[in-house]
């Protein structure tokens, strides 16, 4: 198949008619040009079906999917002498295997989901993993029993949270607890993260918290799996938690195995605040430590004997040691998607370093993309997927663009140096950049001085603290662990103290208002138009960039926030400040709520500010008038008889019923009940509300709550 039309935006001259009829020529030319690059497009558009399912209102019929799949399959081979249409056809056909990838995934992992709060009730099961915690932990459990429900109403798993200073179970054992269980958490509010559909493609179809220490019934009996892992992950962890004090001992477990329940919250602030987040989630930046570490020491190692270094090939050896080493690692920490991708991508590289050949190039990331997106389709909404890919893209669409064929053989220790720490700035320059608006959608909050914190810390964790931790490992088995954990701790303090140094900066951390569900596929489709392209066509990427970036203030925070525990009410003042009906329950909701309004303080209903931002409230509930129109907060019936006359929109923390007829709208605690939270909009044209459910639709993951009155239906 070839493509002869000519590239280039050539020929400029003539009217703009002419110019205008010329643009399709030009931009197939530009296509034409680009024939290397069309393969890296290919997960891009299974990404396109994923997004696309995912969207949906309502969940699509089982055999959907694989129809359209198998149509564009068909129309492909049919029209493949049609150059145009087998182009298309094949792009097609790609979102619509994203789109059956997707599909199928939510039928595998499909299973039980609890529609009500039970409980103090009896759970017994197999402990799947622990996450360990100060003064605890939290356990996942499988092979379930519930007192309260039959086999058909018991969740795949449950994860239950369990305060305790005794010994908790191993992955493996089997245990029992008396517990409360509730529904997985809906989201904070319309259009917020679901917590729900994360544990939902997890298997877990319930939460709670234990009511003492679970009991074990049947230790765990000797296997190799991803059992034996979780539990040696437990193990290694508490050797860590033992050698070392905090804050150390937690940073240590959190880069060796994972476990970050140990890290102080303080702590974990300033290193978020700092940017020196991504050194404490295991991703690729560890793997390939890991991997470049153990390459180098093997190598080293034979090269001490000349007769082999001179007659084998060591550096294959090598390569197949720093591979094995990279796949232990991932496993230890819990082979998270970072780490998949990272070690997809190592896996490429260190097989081409044993064929002879050069790797690291787009299309290496292409095929991890693909294999990820294939097997974990729902990883494609997590942050953890999107930060470090678009970081990679970026790095290596630089990389590609102005490398330079120079050796550092040829350079002295000072230029060595120079251009290791110009390296790490400008690594860091470019993921920062390529990953700060994805940052700012997911979280709310930009690091200002990241920059500077990674000039400092990413040494020391390259340098310093990962060798030593890599050495604690392999002396474990021996007992010895400590002679390497204490020296790792000092490299760990000095981290913290960056952390902490820049987080106390003015300024350091810029916060920053939701943007649209639109916004984030809008700036994905500025950058990988602008990484994955070489023409100069590439360049269309950034306006599209600079509108993704805009997108925040596009659209109006609500005015109204309604939480579904009819326990916590928001409203935003004249001055977009957000006011809070109570500062001490709901917190987590109420952070959240700040979060997306890009503030970090609110000011209480029955304080001063309150009064300036013109609510009025007394024992019965508050009164504030916005955009013209007058809004009652009711905390008791009693009020309805005068509010329910005045107010254009009532919010009431009790049921309501029918006792209401004149507000254009109503919310009450049976509203919030059954839809989630809600959100409103109020404008000259009327009252715009949005439900948590609503907004979700008639997924798999969403289930609407059961009455109490109702668990009998669950036996």
Known sequence: MS??????????????????????????????????????WLPVLLGGGIGLYFLLPTEPSVGSGPVF????????????????????????????????????????????????????????????????????????????????????????????????????????????????????????????????????????????????????????????????????????????????????????????????????????????????????AISGLHVGLVAGILFFVFRAALALNERLALDHPIKKWAAVAALLGSLGYMLLTGATIPTQRAF????????????????ITMRLVAWAALVVLLLRPE???????????????????????????RSNAARGKVRRLFGYVTGVGLTTLIASAAIAPLAAYHFNRLPVYDLLGNLVAVPVASLWVMPWGLAALALMPLGLEQLALIPMSWGIAAILWTAHAVASLPGAVLLVRSAPGWGLPLFAVGLLWLCLWRQRWRWWGIPVLIAALLT????????????????????????????????????????????????????????????????????????????????????????????????????????????????RATIDRFDLWRYGSHAVWLTGNGIKVKTVDGHRGDRPWVVPPLPRSRLDELQ
């Open 552 to 663: 925040p203030m596009m659209e109006r925070p609500p005015d109204v926030l309604a939480d579904e525990s009819a326990d916590l009410f928001a409203v935003r003042g004249a001055d977009g400040s957000l006011g809070l009906s109570t500062t001490s329950r709901n917190r987590f909701t109420a952070e959240a709520w700040l979060r997306r309004m890009g503030q970090d303080h609110a000011w209480g209903w029955r304080s001063d500010e309150a009064l300036s931002q013109g609510m009025a409230c007394d024992g019965l509930g508050c009164i504030i008038h916005l955009d013209g129109l007058e809004v009652a907060m009711v905390g008791d019936p009693r009020a309805y008889a005068e509010d329910c006359l005045s107010a254009d929109l009532l919010v009431s923390a009790e049921p309501l019923g029918d006792a209401c007829p004149h507000p």
């Open 3 to 40: 493509i002869t039309i000519g590239g280039g935006f050539h020929g400029s001259g003539g009217t703009w008619r002419d110019r205008i009829g010329k643009l399709p020529v030009q931009l197939a030319g530009q296509f034409a040009a680009e024939r290397d690059r069309w393969l890296l």
């Open 69 to 280: 799949l198998g149509g564009l399959a068909v129309a492909a081979i049919r029209f493949r002498q049609n150059k145009t249409v087998f182009i298309l056809c094949i792009a097609l056909a790609a979102i619509a295997a994203g789109f059956t990838a997707a599909q199928l995934r939510a039928h595998q992992v499909a299973a039980p989901v609890l529609p009500l709060r039970i409980g103090p009730t009896d759970v017994a099961g197999t402990v799947a993993s622990v996450e360990l915690r100060e003064g605890g932990g939290r356990l996942i459990l499988e092979d379930l029993s519930v007192r309260d429900l039959g086999p058909q109403s018991t969740p795949a798993r449950v994860r239950i949270a369990v305060r305790t200073k005794e010994e908790l179970p191993e992955p493996g054992d089997e245990v029992a607890v008396r517990a409360m269980l509730m529904p997985p958490p809906r989201p904070v509010a319309p259009g917020a993260y679901d917590f729900s559909r994360d544990l939902f493609f997890r298997g877990i179809g319930a939460v709670g918290y234990g009511m003492g220490t679970p009991k074990v019934i049947l230790h765990a009996q000797p296997s190799f799996g991803e059992t034996w892992l979780a539990s040696l992950r437990q193990r290694i962890t508490l050797r860590i938690l033992d050698a070392l004090t905090p804050p150390e001992a937690g940073v240590a477990a959190a880069l060796l195995t994972g476990q970050r329940g140990h890290i102080p919250e303080d702590d974990m602030v300033a290193v978020r605040s700092a940017g020196l987040a991504h050194l404490l």
């Open 379 to 405: 990883s494609m909404l997590g942050a953890s997927f999107q930060l470090s890919f678009a970081a990679v893209v970026a790095l290596i669409a630089v990389y590609e663009t102005w490398r330079v064929g």
């Open 344 to 359: 997809l991508m190592l896996f490429l590289v260190l097989s081409a370093v044993l064929l002879d050949r050069t790797a």
